[in-house]
């Protein structure tokens, strides 16, 4: 049973660990047994425990998202259920969320606002939202983030350390040490809001050619590193009810305005988004997105965008060659012929809809089944291959990419993806990028990499 958190102590500490070492515990044994042949879980192991997983707020939500999307890593049920993974905790009580705001911006906080809301308005892995009032009227959006996150960061980590290892053991095909790197990595910046704060600015100025797309605007003097404070933007909740009640034009400008709002920033600055799930934008009255949650930013080195779309006209031409010299830019390493050809059956998978010149679905023909079948294929040529090192690099690009389609599948909207596509990376430059997003960073007072 979750607690309150106003009863945060060293024994809700000291639950919090046996609750993630029973979780991971459990999907390491059925996986090994899975592995062995011997499955023993099933559908209602995979539901109980993405619920377990849900109720803790922190990052092994997260890192079980991360793996669901991964080929052939977890049993189709594992993945299918963990894939859906959103919290459900309970939100900090009124006494605790006082206490926390004093913390953070003084004693004397509640001289800054007309009206704060007792009740949290959102709760996702890290914090919740509260909606409030200035003094001046303005209204804004307050994201406080919940107690001794970074020492349940460490310790979840730990937990997922332990977990890949095992795995490690059992199956070679996808070595993951480098994506653990990149998930320690993004998850300790997501704990600064100071950071968030940046990536707010940085996309505002991306997007700004883009007026569908709505980045709500940071306030630095309401904000620290553990409190966001931003403007607040109306819009209704993205699920499947009010995909199905938009008209057809309506999707199709969901869809560009999304398709755009993640791949202009990507192959203009080298930057991404990397959790495009439904709970990260809401659709205003107006038909235009407001898009929220800056916390899972990467940026890429010009030549990893430039290696991205050498990929993309590989794939188009059929040049093996070609092909393995984009995956050598990406990171990969240790590269045979065989190893190149089960890559390429992956990336066309990612890239398909891309690829062709018509309206379509963004899944094709295909329905779930097929793709996870085709992803089963991908993981037994590794094995057959001598498996392959994944590149910090590819993380977040696939774990975009699967999530940004299951959005428009939820649409179930047909487009041109391939002149969608097209219209962005058109002259493309790689010094050009590199000028550009040298000036984007500096602007934001974001580090280049």
Known sequence: MPRDLDTESF????????????AVG?????????KMGVWTGGADHAADLKSVLGGLKGPL???AQLLATIPGLLPDEYAKELAQLQSNAPPMGWNFVRRRMAAELGSDWERYFQSFGHHAAAAASLGQVHRAVLKEGRVVACKLQYPNMDTAVESDLRQFRMAVGIYHKLDNAIQQDD??????ERLREELDYKREAANMRLYRSMLETCPSVIIPEPLEHLSTQRLLTMEWVEGSTFNTELCDSLTEAQKKRVAEALFRSWYIPLYHYGVIHGDPHMGNFTLRDDGGLNLLDFGTIRIFPPSFIKGNIDLYNALCAKDHDKAAEAYKAWGFRDLTREKVAVLNEWAELLFAPLMEDYERYIQGNEVIFQGRERLKRVHEGLQKVGGVRLPREFVLVDRSAIGLGSVFMRLKVKMNWYRLFQDIIKDFDEQALAQRQANALKAAALPVR
Do not use: C, P
């Open 11 to 22: 024994l809700g500490g000291l639950q919090r660990m046996v609750q993630t070492t029973s």
């Open 26 to 34: 459990g999907i390491v044994a059925r996986v090994a047994g899975h």
């Open 61 to 63: 939500m997260k890192a």
């Open 179 to 184: 994506v653990v790197e990149e998930l320690v």
